[in-house]
């Protein structure tokens, strides 16, 4: 299971899962069309992704 955690705060996520198909989504990077590198989160069985929660303004850290 994904853990993301505010390197400010301390303040953490755990247990994201797709809505659709349940799996627990994992962390990966993908490149915009600009070349910008963004943290996701993303279905495995290929449901979709989500941008990685954020807190204090910045990205998490998946651990």
Partial sequence: MIEYVCE????GVTGLKCAKC?????HEHITTDEGET????????????IKSPMCCGQDMTAK
């Fill in 8 to 11: 400010v705060c301390g303040m």
């Fill in 38 to 49: 963004v943290a996701v989160s993303k279905c495995p069985k290929g449901c979709g992704m």
């Fill in 22 to 26: 349940g799996a627990d989504l994992v």
